[in-house]
């Protein structure tokens, strides 16, 4: 595994090294296929990123955005992730509205889980069987080690066929809908961005402890796949 560690000194930092480097694999992807897949996270940090990715050239024309995971609530609720991406970029950026394709969350957990699934399948032209190869899949890592909606001890870590699901998360007592780690593992490219004190063990877990994904779900970004970029603050990264 290759992590390549992109350190800043504060979250707004690394939020612009990531933007910068988003915007390049995007430009890149348009240039050799004429389109590019982009699947981004919530979070706070990842708020920090919308906005610096807004005055960077990108044609959002030729971007297919989707979201890594998502909550249960309804569009404009202060806690979904898709709210957080439309107030930040997809409108400052004037991201064409066909080309987002959000969680269906009105469906409920398992519908939208389906939904997300089936337009997966749909935009990457998917055969039955077959996953979708993202250019970019932009994921955090939480203070607990959880990435996407998979927190340690969820059963589907360990899945490697399916793309979507709703996760019961008992700690929150919330059922999430997520992308599986067979997604995640085959993007082409896999940006993480993780900022705070609060994520410095997390971090560390993920680096270097021994591989145990289903205690530490972060690892399937670091260790498991071939290859990550990192973004991550001093208070973050520690001494390191």
Not at 96 to 125: C, K, M, S, W, Y
Not at 142 to 151: E, I, N, Q, R, V
């Amino acid at each position: 595994m290759s992590v390549r560690i992109h350190r800043a000194a504060d979250a707004p930092a690394a939020a612009q090294s990531c933007a910068a480097w988003l915007a390049a694999v995007l430009r890149s992807a348009i240039a050799a296929r004429g389109r590019a897949t982009l699947a981004v996270s919530g979070g706070t940090t990842p708020a920090l990123l919308f906005d610096a990715l807004v005055p960077l050239t990108v044609e959002w024309s030729r971007v297919q955005l989707f979201f890594v995971d998502e909550r249960p609530v309804p569009p404009g609720d202060p806690q979904s992730n898709y709210t957080l991406c439309e107030r930040h970029l997809l409108t400052p950026a004037r991201v064409p509205a066909p080309n987002v394709h959000r969680i269906p969350t009105e469906r409920g957990p398992q519908g939208a889980a389906e939904g997300a699934a089936r337009e997966l399948a749909e935009v990457f032209d998917l055969a039955p069987g077959d996953l979708p190869s993202f250019d970019v899949v932009q994921c955090g890592i939480g203070p607990d080690c959880h990435t996407a909606s998979l927190f340690p001890g969820e059963a589907l870590i360990g899945n490697r066929a399916d793309l979507m699901a709703a996760v019961e998360v008992a700690k929150l007592a919330q059922t999430r809908i997520t992308m599986l780690p067979a997604v995640l593992l085959q993007a082409r490219e896999l940006a993480i961005l993780a900022c705070g004190i609060d994520k410095r063990t997390a971090l560390d877990l993920a680096l270097h402890a021994a591989l145990d994904p289903l205690q530490h779900p972060a690892q399937l970004l670091t260790q498991v796949r071939s290859h990550a970029d990192l973004f991550a603050d001093d208070p973050a990264l520690g001494e390191r």
